[in-house]
């Protein structure tokens, strides 16, 4: 059960302290528009970050990752209900698993993109693989990775094995919610769920393939139920959606179908969902300031990977800016 509101209100008023430092859109503006790569990076030390001027992508990835797994050691020595961090590690266990079963099939070392960011040190789910003994992991987790496995193994297809993973991931999460008993994080699973399977119906039909491939990808966990999502078509997409908050993404999506382009549709999708964390700011303490603070984080991370390694690759700022999703602060 989550513990009494009041269990939260230091932890609250310490992230509300820190939001005012978060990388808004005025400052990623700013980033956006500084001459060189180099300035650009320094800019990002008024929030927090080292200094990244002289570094390469690579080492621009690791920072990052090492910066929200300090995060996640941080808040977890804090907050009283640890699933609140565990509901944001679990996504880096299911990235970690795809990487080491991708890696193991081809004989590759792919360390260099694990996360450290999990539930489960990178190494000891290595070592569970190549042993194929997963009685350390968690429960699920391991069922989920000796499953997929088992279908790399039998199958030769990674996308399948992608798509067993994906399917325990969203159930992890929504169990991991329950556990919580918080109707806030409930909901932020449900809406990522539904992202996520609106994403996959729109690829899905765009791609011209099957009801049998669709059925496959979708995950379990969202407001909308995968065989509704089946039966609803390129036709149905925009109403199934239209009185949830994906209705404007289903609306893109409907056009994307038709060959209309996919980035504004995928944007609408992230911003849908940052768009139901923002109702966090009307709470005064509690769990949804600590929730909608790590997910902003995750939003801050991956707006920074997209600027520095987009300005570092030559990328023109116009086409980093229309990339870039909503941001708490």
């Given at each position: 059960?989550?513990?009494?509101?009041?269990?939260?209100?230091?932890?609250?008023?310490?992230?509300?302290?820190?939001?005012?430092?978060?990388?808004?859109?005025?400052?990623?503006?700013?980033?956006?528009?500084?001459?060189?790569?180099?300035?650009?990076?320094?800019?990002?030390?008024?929030?927090?970050?080292?200094?990244?001027?002289?570094?390469?992508?690579?080492?621009?990835?690791?920072?990052?990752?090492?910066?929200?797994?300090?995060?996640?050691?941080?808040?977890?020595?804090?907050?009283?209900?640890?699933?609140?961090?565990?509901?944001?590690?679990?996504?880096?266990?299911?990235?970690?698993?795809?990487?080491?079963?991708?890696?193991?099939?081809?004989?590759?070392?792919?360390?260099a993109l694990l996360s450290p960011s999990?539930?489960?040190?990178?190494?000891?789910?290595?070592?569970?693989?190549?042993?194929?003994?997963?009685?350390?992991?968690?429960?699920?987790?391991?069922?989920?990775?000796?499953?997929?496995?088992?279908?790399?193994?039998?199958?030769?297809?990674?996308?399948?094995?992608?798509?067993?993973?994906?399917?325990?991931?969203?159930?992890?999460?929504?169990?991991?919610?329950?556990?919580?008993?918080?109707?806030?994080?409930?909901?932020?699973?449900?809406?990522?769920?539904?992202?996520?399977?609106?994403?996959?119906?729109?690829?899905?039909?765009?791609?011209?393939?099957?009801?049998?491939?669709?059925?496959?990808?979708?995950?379990?966990?969202?407001?909308?139920?995968?065989?509704?999502?089946?039966?609803?078509?390129?036709?149905?997409?925009?109403?199934?959606?239209?009185?949830?908050?994906?209705?404007?993404?289903?609306?893109?999506?409907?056009?994307?179908?038709?060959?209309?382009?996919?980035?504004?549709?995928?944007?609408?999708?992230?911003?849908?969902?940052?768009?139901?964390?923002?109702?966090?700011?009307?709470?005064?303490?509690?769990?949804?300031?600590?929730?909608?603070?790590?997910?902003?984080?995750?939003?801050?991370?991956?707006?920074?990977?997209?600027?520095?390694?987009?300005?570092?690759?030559?990328?023109?700022?116009?086409?980093?800016?229309?990339?870039?999703?909503?941001?708490?602060?």
């Amino acid at each position: 059960m989550a513990k009494k509101k009041e269990a939260y209100l230091f932890l609250s008023a310490m992230l509300r302290a820190r939001e005012p430092g978060m990388l808004s859109r005025e400052k990623a503006e700013r980033m956006l528009d500084a001459p060189s790569f180099e300035e650009c990076a320094k800019l990002l030390t008024d929030c927090g970050y080292e200094d990244m001027s002289q570094k390469k992508a690579g080492e621009i990835e690791q920072l990052l990752a090492e910066r929200r797994a300090a995060l996640g050691r941080e808040l977890e020595s804090m907050v009283p209900e640890k699933a609140l961090v565990d509901f944001f590690r679990v996504k880096y266990d299911y990235h970690n698993a795809k990487v080491i079963l991708k890696a193991e099939a081809q004989n590759l070392d792919e360390s260099a993109l694990l996360s450290p960011s999990g539930r489960v040190k990178p190494e000891a789910l290595l070592e569970a693989v190549r042993e194929d003994d997963f009685r350390e992991l968690p429960k699920a987790f391991a069922a989920a990775v000796a499953e997929a496995k088992s279908i790399l193994a039998r199958t030769a297809n990674p996308q399948l094995a992608d798509f067993s993973l994906d399917k325990a991931y969203f159930g992890e999460l929504k169990e991991i919610a329950d556990a919580a008993d918080s109707k806030f994080l409930r909901g932020y699973a449900a809406i990522l769920a539904d992202s996520t399977n609106l994403r996959s119906a729109v690829r899905t039909l765009r791609m011209g393939k099957d009801s049998g491939y669709l059925q496959e990808a979708l995950v379990p966990g969202g407001s909308i139920e995968p065989r509704r999502l089946i039966a609803a078509g390129a036709e149905g997409l925009a109403a199934l959606f239209e009185s949830t908050r994906l209705s404007e993404a289903a609306a893109l999506g409907a056009e994307a179908v038709k060959g209309g382009p996919l980035t504004k549709f995928e944007l609408a999708c992230d911003n849908a969902v940052n768009a139901y964390l923002a109702q966090a700011k009307l709470v005064g303490y509690g769990e949804e300031p600590v929730i909608a603070y790590q997910a902003a984080v995750e939003n801050e991370l991956t707006a920074v990977r997209m600027i520095l390694t987009g300005r570092l690759a030559g990328i023109t700022p116009q086409v980093i800016r229309e990339r870039l999703r909503d941001l708490y602060a």
